[in-house]
């Protein structure tokens, strides 16, 4: 089944420059969000579970707290979170026509359910009674059953998101890697595409931790979890920044020589150089040292931007033979 097959003819460069921008403003709106749900679900599960097994009241208002930092408006949700990956399914399939793009439409039906499933498991925290944005004492051993299962229900959510996400990031590194199968196995399991997606979730906890750092740091009231939830945070936030310059080294590695150019040694030495602030950021954080100071949400933002940049460029560069033979070259990011 594929949703998006034959919607158009690409039969010009003006075509071919809207649907490669079209693509590159669908992946700077589709990446952050799915970053942030994805990291704030997976954190708000983690203190769910901690809150029912030590049965604390401040970790189930800190995974309700974590858990509504991306999900709060619905209509937020719809606007970010289902018409930008409407567009890079889109896009995708009609720049790649010699690609069978069935995933996509199968990766876009998850990633709805996923969010349903997020959704829920975030209206279950309204059974309890709250006060000041903090769950009350009151007859809160019999609620916790009630919304057991739909704790289970987030850890589908999650998985589903997982899912959905790994296969748009296979097909958008399969542009850049540039294998010659086109087959959907060869395309969602290779080594290119795993490590790109590590990295990926390895930005999307980090910037979700700086995130919840940053919020509670501007609670007007302070939360009974303010202090575990920094300390938890700040922590998750260094060990995925640590990582993310191994797994870069390795993407680069990765890289056919046909890519290489100036623009991209340039792109290159500037993600590097935002892993590396990130990382420190995080330290200063840990140390105690500045704190309050909400740049390190802007520094991974940018490094998110910097990657996709650096992915389409990569792509433009390995397809350009193919495109002077079609007549279809078009230079958008170099």
Do not use: C
């Not at 800190?62 to 018409?83: D, M, Q, T, Y």
């Not at 876009?108 to 829920?120: D, K, M, Q, R, W």
């Not at 010659?180 to 290779?190: E, Q």
């Amino acid at each position: 089944m594929n949703l998006f097959s034959n919607l158009l003819t690409v039969e010009n460069l003006t075509d071919l420059f809207i649907l490669k921008y079209g693509l590159f403003v669908s992946l700077l709106f589709y990446i952050p969000f799915v970053s942030i749900l994805l990291g704030s679900l997976l954190f708000s599960l983690i203190n769910f579970r901690k809150g029912k097994l030590l049965k604390s009241d401040s970790h189930l208002s800190f995974a309700k707290f974590i858990i509504e930092i991306i999900l709060a408006k619905i209509w937020i949700v719809f606007l970010i979170g289902i018409i930008p990956v409407l567009g890079v399914a889109f896009t995708f399939s009609q720049i790649y026509k010699n690609v069978n793009t069935e995933d996509l439409s199968f990766a876009l039906l998850i990633h709805i359910a996923g969010i349903i499933l997020a959704l829920t498991y975030k209206g279950s925290f309204s059974i309890f009674k709250s006060e000041n944005n903090e769950i009350t004492n009151g007859n809160i051993s019999a609620k916790k059953k009630n919304i057991s299962w739909l704790n289970l229900g987030g850890w589908l959510g999650f998985l589903l998101l997982l899912k959905s996400s790994y296969i748009i990031f296979s097909y958008i590194n399969f542009a850049i890697s540039k294998t010659s199968a086109v087959d959907s196995f060869s395309i969602l399991l290779n080594n290119f595409s795993i490590i790109n997606y590590f990295l990926f979730l390895s930005i999307s906890f980090a910037i979700t931790a700086a995130i919840i750092v940053v919020k509670l740091n501007h609670q007007k009231v302070k939360m009974s979890f303010s202090e575990y939830g920094k300390d938890f945070s700040v922590k998750s936030g260094i060990l995925f920044s640590i990582i993310q310059p191994l797994l870069f080294v390795l993407i680069i590695f990765s890289i056919s020589v046909q890519a290489f150019s100036f623009s991209y040694f340039i792109s290159t030495i500037l993600v590097m150089s935002l892993m590396l602030i990130s990382s420190v950021q995080f330290y200063l954080w840990y140390r105690g040292n500045n704190i309050k100071s909400n740049k390190i949400v802007l520094t991974i933002l940018f490094l998110l931007v910097m990657l996709i940049y650096h992915g389409q460029l990569n792509s433009e560069k390995l397809n350009q033979k193919n495109d002077i033979k079609s007549g279809m070259l078009i230079n958008l990011f170099s």
